[in-house]
């Protein structure tokens, strides 16, 4: 069985809507069993792909999200970030970055993020006067800034692929994840000034004391999580441990957490832990097979013939992750390319810090890309949209993404100075 049958079986069931994870797993194992390999060694391959003790971490952040989803704490930050900037000409907009940027500590998923704020911001705007299109859009691009700032499931698994410090990769990401939503910033203010039927909310300095007060505790969660990890107290797994019981304790706290939640709470962290850690294990089998047919070391000479420029080769990672991220769900990518990928970085000297934020970010834009784009399929089921709409509204946001991809590309050692200040 070639690889080019191997690729066009997981193409055809990808195009008819097979689950990632079984649409590899399937052709894989016919793979298996057509060059007289073991299918026992298949099901030790795909075992032992998630027996790794950073990717404990992914469950754990996962299971903070989720408390965090039921205790309210979205809730607290948009209500607070609407009392702060309500007076200000599209302040929804500014909101809807400002809330992402704060729930992002928490969560790390920006389907969690699009679902837990969408449904908030997006009515929220249309009885403001916002367009439709504007709403989505917004709300669609910043739930973006979540896999990319601290704590990111993506990060967690590029770590364990490659190798590196995911305290490390957690620092080199804050920069990146502020100027995403300085940019989002930028193309709404220049967005709303065309816009008339905007409107207004009253400001009150009592309001914002009020719902100030509301997001004191629940802010102390970054500071526990990321203060931990980047002062060496915690390793990311253990800091996600702790975030997760910070986050249960204040959704007790504030009564609206229950134990009567708990099974619900639970069984959405290990459904989507489930969902991840298959992925990751069937992709780990492809990428055995891969490795059996010397892929890898084709494409490496493959890249080397055509260029010996690091700035070439980053712009060609950038190109294949972009695409990529518009077809496959962006763990599966990584698992698939991090392996083949870090050892032809390193003939560049291409730090793989860099390499894996910038992989990071240009596979988050295919979130909101047709066919796959899962962030457009949420926010289509909670505004009842359709995904040319969610697509069409989100492009102009693309556009201060799309450059922060191009600066790391050509200073990709600027996003590495963080790290080297905390000796990460």
Known sequence: MSLLVLSLL???????????????????????????????????????????????????????????????IADRLFDFALA?????RGSLGYVSIGVSVGFSWMSGSAVADAAALGKLQIPAMLRNGYSRKFALG??????????????????????????????????????????????????????????????????????????GRRVIAPLGAPVIILGGILGGYFTPTEAAAVGAAYMAVLGFAYGTLRVRDLPKVFTEAVLTTGSIMLIVASASLLGYIFARERVPQDLSELVLGLTDNATVFLLLVFALSLVLGTALDAIAVLTL???????????????????????????????????????????????????????????????????????????????????????L
Not at 63 to 69: E, I
Not at 84 to 88: A, D, K, N, P, Q
Not at 400 to 405: D, E, H, S
């Open 84 to 88: 702060l900037l309500g007076r200000v």
């Open 138 to 211: 917004v709300t669609g691009s910043a739930a973006l800034i979540a896999p990319v700032m601290p704590p990111s499931i993506p990060a967690v698994i590029y770590a364990g692929l490659a190798a590196v410090s995911t305290g490390a990769l957690f620092a080199a990401s804050v920069v990146p994840a502020l100027l995403m939503a300085l940019g989002l910033a930028v193309v709404v203010f220049i967005w709303v000034r065309r816009d008339p039927n905007i409107q207004r909310t009253e400001f009150s300095w009592h309001q914002v004391g009020v719902t």
């Open 10 to 72: 997981i193409t055809a069931l990808l195009l008819v809507r097979v689950p990632i994870a079984f649409a590899f797993v399937g052709p894989c194992l016919l793979y298996m069993i057509t060059t007289d390999q073991s299918v026992g060694l298949a099901l030790r391959l795909v075992a032992n792909a998630t027996a790794s003790f950073p990717l404990l971490a992914v469950p754990l952040f996962i299971l903070l999200g989720s408390f965090a989803n039921h205790a309210g």
């Open 337 to 423: 390319t991090v392996p083949i990928l870090i050892p032809i970085s390193a003939q560049y000297d291409v730090d793989p810090i860099a390499l894996g934020v910038l992989m990071i970010l240009s596979q988050m834009i295919g979130l909101l890309t047709p066919p796959v784009g899962t962030v457009i399929f949420v926010l289509q089921a909670i505004a009842k949209a359709r995904m040319a709409e969610v697509f069409y509204g989100s492009l102009p946001f693309m556009v201060p993404l799309l450059l922060i991809c191009f600066g790391i590309i050509f200073w990709p050692d600027a996003i590495l100075y963080l790290p080297e200040r905390l000796n």
